[in-house]
């Protein structure tokens, strides 16, 4: 047998395989992983998509919320499971590409992972305690220069998430020293903001956080944008500021797979997904709570993007030194 024949067989032998595959998929039931605690953004786009993704796909799906580590730890469990499908994650940057490269002890990369599929961005808001009686970030700035031997606080769901990030690129470009509070979600982190236990956050404007907003129970004063946000108008654009230009920060949600699962599993849940996402009542939920959504891509777009993303939040990181800890 030549070698021409062997690669025909492999191909044909893959190809039978893959169909079967795609026939049999799925026969028990799926976990989705969440990588933090209930009730943060991750959990809310979860909950949005999972019923209808779960009813497309004939079998149960079960939601894990395993928070900790900026993510890292749940997303780990999907790195380190069987490449079947079987167990997903409901994931965005900050967990894939930022965790590896700001957490010591993560030992998956960015690329151990697949998009299956990309619903929606938002964009961040920089929020005070209400205690502070702040209104704008020029009063933030005069605060925190005011009281330079007591740091302000701010907190972030870890160290290497992309809200310590932003963060940090705020503290640099505007040579205020902050304090970095971390958290293992954005629930337990907003409830110390609205309890004054820390001074500041940047928070996704998606899930709970436009409703808190509404409600006062904490004071955005800008968003990390070149435009206002189309919900919030009266929050200015931080990165149309002098000096702040640098302040553009978007967050997408999507759900992943490990990298070498199947094309056929991939497909199935590709178009599973999207079909969650699409329906009438998940759209205005997901656009309703501040999100733009984003259109059905196919696997083979989804990968070009996620490699651009990859490679951009790796450049924003670069700047300032994001170091494991």
């Known amino acids: 047998m030549n070698l021409k024949t062997l690669i025909g067989g492999l191909l044909v032998a893959y190809s039978a395989l893959t169909a079967a595959v795609a026939q049999t998929y799925p026969i028990k039931t799926i976990s989705l992983i969440v ?37 890292s730890i749940g997303l780990a469990k999907v790195a380190s499971a069987p490449a079947d499908g079987y ?19 993560v030992k998956y990369k960015s690329e151990d992972f697949q998009l ?40 972030s769901v870890g160290p290497g998430s992309l809200y310590h990030l932003i963060g940090e690129k705020f503290s640099q470009l505007t040579q205020v020293e902050m304090l970095h509070v971390p958290y293992k979600g954005i629930a337990p982190l907003l409830t110390d903001l609205m309890g004054g236990q820390i001074d500041m956050a940047f928070l996704p404007m998606a899930g709970s956080i436009p ?47 490990h990298r070498n699962t199947p094309d056929a599993v991939v497909n199935t ?11 009438p009542e998940t759209r205005k939920a997901l656009e309703g709570s501040g999100n733009v ?33």
């Open 35 to 71: 990588p933090y605690p209930a009730g943060g953004p991750s959990d809310f786009f979860a909950r949005r998509v999972q019923p209808d993704a779960a009813a497309k796909l004939g079998q149960t799906m079960v939601i894990e919320n395993i928070g900790g580590a900026g993510g």
């Open 87 to 105: 167990t997903l994650s409901l994931g965005s940057p900050m967990e894939l590409v930022l965790a590896p490269m700001a957490i010591q002890g």
């Open 293 to 325: 959504v984003l259109p059905s891509r196919t696997p083979a777009e989804l990968a070009r993007i996620y490699q651009s993303e990859i490679e951009r939040y790796r450049a924003i990181a670069k700047p300032i030194n994001l170091q494991a800890q």
């Open 269 to 279: 849940l590709n178009k599973a997904f999207y079909a969650s996402a699409e329906a």
């Open 211 to 257: 409703q808190t907003l509404i409600d006062g129970k904490i004071q955005g004063l800008a968003v990390t944008s070149k435009t206002p946000h189309p919900l919030f108008k009266q929050f200015p654009a931080m990165a149309a500021m002098k000096g702040l230009e640098a302040m553009e920060f978007d967050i997408w949600a999507g759900v992943q797979v």
């Open 116 to 155: 299956v599929a990309q619903f929606a961005t938002t964009n961040t808001v920089l929020a005070v305690r209400n205690s502070l009686k702040l209104k704008s970030v020029d009063e933030l700035l005069a605060l925190a220069r005011k009281s330079a031997d007591k740091p302000l606080s701010y907190g």
